[in-house]
């Protein structure tokens, strides 16, 4: 922990920003989780405007 900590910090700081970096992975975890369950609620739609869209650009 010392090592980790060096000389210009402290254990404390160190335990501070290894919960600080932890927390901020679970909040960017749980907000991918969330796009991904919209993604795939979507994906027939989304699929649907992508073929719609390809389809034009084969007449023009």
């Known amino acids: 922990m010392d090592r980790l900590a ?3 910090s ?3 700081r160190v335990i ?3 919960i600080e970096a ?3 992975a679970r ?3 749980a907000r991918d989780a969330r796009d991904l ?3 795939n609620r979507r994906a ?3 699929n649907r405007e992508v073929a719609e869209a ?3 650009q084969e007449e023009v």
């Open 6 to 8: 060096g000389k210009a």
């Open 10 to 12: 402290n254990r404390s």
């Open 16 to 18: 501070e920003q290894a």
């Open 22 to 24: 932890y927390a901020a």
């Open 27 to 29: 909040v960017r975890s």
């Open 37 to 39: 369950e919209v993604i």
């Open 44 to 46: 027939d739609d989304l």
């Open 54 to 56: 390809l389809a034009f």
